[in-house]
């Protein structure tokens, strides 16, 4: 007697709905991987900055309960990174330029921080610290008009430091030159709701002061008022000016923008699709007081009270 023996198999038919499914729960799941991957970057950027933070209470403590300017002209040949990165100052280094006479925050800040890697936010694009050789600050070793110059500008591009409150400049009347003004901690009025560090690919960064972007909000009128304006006209624009030229365009360094390191050929408009780049949209911000927080990107850029100290102007509104 023949025993008929039945073959267990897939049909085509079966076998394309299997892939198929297969191929849904990919499209499924892979965008919600990538976002996991990217709440934990941003996680550890807000780490970095809870860091920066509980180093800047650490540094005021130290002088005086004032703050660090964001640099400071300290000679030629008298960066500390060069010494951190046994190097000199050269074309071909990661050190170079004008780069070479200041000191910046990163490093007055490390002391308290122990290292230099808290510098560096994951999501930061062509993130560096310490040094980078091949690319230039501006585009060469100093270009005036956005007041950078050289390999390794700023020391790191993953935060920006309030530069026209927190660290005021006088008129720049030299190029590269202009005294810093200590700010005291007493002169910052509101410290939870003052910026002072920043997702930016540039050391400073700043509020879009004489609205470029067309999202500020919140400004001191000229001549002082009780009513906030939205003028390109006003007491902030020109506080931001007087401390040189450049510093109105420094909202563009805020994100993945960055209008410094290019050169100043970033626009406006670039800007506002680089920025909010980093994090998805959101600015990881370090509060004065030592706080972090998550922003949306136009809020940051565009909310002067978000920034401001009133040494400027007064600002009741943002009380």
């Known amino acids: ?25 990919a499209a499924i799941l892979f965008p919600v991987f990538a976002q996991a991957r990217e709440k934990a970057r941003q996680a550890d950027c807000l780490s970095n900055l809870n860091q920066l933070g509980l180093a800047s209470n650490m540094y005021i403590q130290d002088y005086d309960e004032t703050y660090f300017p964001h640099r400071w002209n300290s000679g030629p040949n008298s960066n500390p990174l060069l010494s951190v990165l046994n190097t ?74 309030n530069d026209i409150w927190m660290a005021p400049a006088a008129a720049f009347a030299t190029p590269f030159g202009g005294a810093v003004n200590v700010v005291s901690d007493a002169s910052v009025v509101r410290p939870s709701g003052t910026i002072m560090f920043v997702d930016s690919s540039y050391y400073g960064a700043a509020p879009d002061v004489c609205n ?41 360094n805020i994100g993945n923008s960055n209008w410094s390191y290019s050169g100043g050929t970033v626009t406006p408009a670039t800007a506002l699709t680089l920025g909010p780049e980093r994090h998805s949209g959101q600015i990881n911000v370090q509060f004065v007081d030592g706080h972090t927080k998550s922003i949306p990107y136009l809020q940051v850029i565009g909310n002067i009270c978000l ?12 009380n």
């Open 212 to 252: 470029e972007s067309g999202h500020m909000i919140n400004a001191a009128p000229t001549g002082g008022g009780s009513v906030p304006t939205s003028s390109s006209t006003n007491a902030d624009c020109a506080y931001a000016t007087g401390q040189g030229s450049f510093y109105p365009n420094y909202w563009m």
């Open 1 to 25: 007697m023949n025993v008929r023996r039945t073959q267990n198999a897939f049909t085509l038919i079966e076998l394309l709905v299997v892939i198929a499914i297969i191929a849904i729960l």
């Open 88 to 161: 000199t100052c050269s074309d071909s280094g990661p050190i170079s330029g004008a780069a070479c006479g200041k000191t910046f925050w990163i490093s007055l800040l490390q002391p308290y921080t122990k290292s230099y890697q808290v510098f560096q936010c994951p999501d930061s694009v062509n993130g560096w610290v310490e040094g980078k050789v091949g690319t230039m600050c501006g585009g060469s070793d100093n270009n005036t008009a956005i007041g950078c110059g050289g390999n390794g500008y700023g020391g790191q591009n993953s935060y920006g430091h």
């Open 307 to 318: 920034w401001t100290t009133d040494a400027d102007a007064p600002h009741p509104w943002c």
